[in-house]
Each structure stands twice: as structure tokens, then as C-alpha cells.
């Protein structure tokens, strides 16, 4: 389980930002904190929820340097057609091989409805030297994280 003041582990994935370039979290780092929320699934009621929240506070995250990004299962391009869908901008980034949510140890099951290996719902606030600075995860998909709490992190963080 990745904790707060452990280094968080680097990735490179697909990031679906209207059209679907490379995401490496080192490389984004340079530019200041980020915020990886991972969610769900695209299109179902809390995550779009989620997703517009962290949409509609964007600009207090731009404002201290720190970018958001919504961490999925989801293909590239079922996230570029839930961000067209919501107006969400900042990128999503595609786990599509669960390699994301199993590096942070955020992987759940539905087993209920047959829905395997999705990403719980979490919030990690990485900071410039790539160190874990904020940890939140739910059991409940349900639940949504604290969103000030988030944004005072990601200050913190600057």
C-alpha cells in the first residue's frame, strides 16, 4: 500500500486530453504537484459528480501551479467522449492495462455486477520530488473525497 511520504510510483500511460497523448508522472512533476483522482468509471453518477467538482474548482488548483488528473479503466477514448460529455478540462489518464491501480494498490471488484479490477475511488497528492504528500482512499465508492482537503494538500504541496 502506497503511504503519505512514501515515493509514488511512476508511470507512463495513455492520456486522453481530446486527442490521447503520453502521460509520464515524472515528466508532469516538473511543472508542480499533481493530483491523481482515481475513480470508478466513466459515465456512472458519482464519478461524473466527482469529475465535475474537481472541474469546477480547477482554477485553485492552477492557481498554486498543481494539475488534476481523473485516473480510469477506461479506454482513452471512452475518456475523451466522458470529458466532451462534462466539459472536464484537465486530462484523464487511461489505465486500461491496470497496471496504475495496482501500483497504488487501489484496485476493487463489483463482483455483484460481474465488474472486475476497476480503480477505487482515491486521492494522491504527488509533489515535486515525486514523494506521496496526500493519501485518501474509499471503500465506499460512494464517498466522495474532501475536496478542500484536497486543495489544501496540493498547497501544501506547491
Same mark, same amino acid.
Given at each position: ?30 511543472? $508542480? ?83 472486475? $479490477? ?11 520530488? $515525486? ?28
Amino acid at each position: 500500500m502506497v503511504e503519505t511520504g512514501d515515493d509514488a510510483p511512476t508511470f507512463t500511460a495513455p492520456l486522453a486530453n481530446g486527442d490521447v497523448d503520453e502521460f509520464t508522472l515524472s515528466a508532469a512533476l516538473d511543472d $508542480g504537484p499533481v493530483v491523481l483522482a482515481f475513480f470508478p468509471g466513466a459515465f456512472t453518477s458519482v464519478c461524473t459528480t466527482e469529475m465535475c467538482t474537481f472541474r469546477d474548482q480547477l482554477s485553485a488548483f492552477e492557481d498554486i501551479g498543481a494539475d488534476v488528473y481523473g485516473v480510469s479503466v477506461d479506454s482513452p477514448f471512452a475518456q475523451n467522449e466522458f470529458r466532451e460529455q462534462n466539459d472536464l478540462n484537465f486530462g484523464l489518464i487511461s489505465d486500461i492495462d491496470k497496471e496504475i491501480i495496482d501500483a497504488y494498490d487501489v484496485r476493487m471488484d463489483f463482483a455483484d455486477l460481474g465488474v472486475h $479490477g476497476v480503480a477505487k475511488r482515491a486521492v494522491f497528492v504527488i509533489d515535486t520530488d $515525486g514523494m506521496v504528500a496526500y493519501k485518501w482512499v474509499s471503500d465506499d465508492p460512494g464517498v466522495e473525497p474532501d475536496y478542500d482537503e484536497v486543495a489544501a494538500a496540493a498547497e501544501d504541496a506547491a
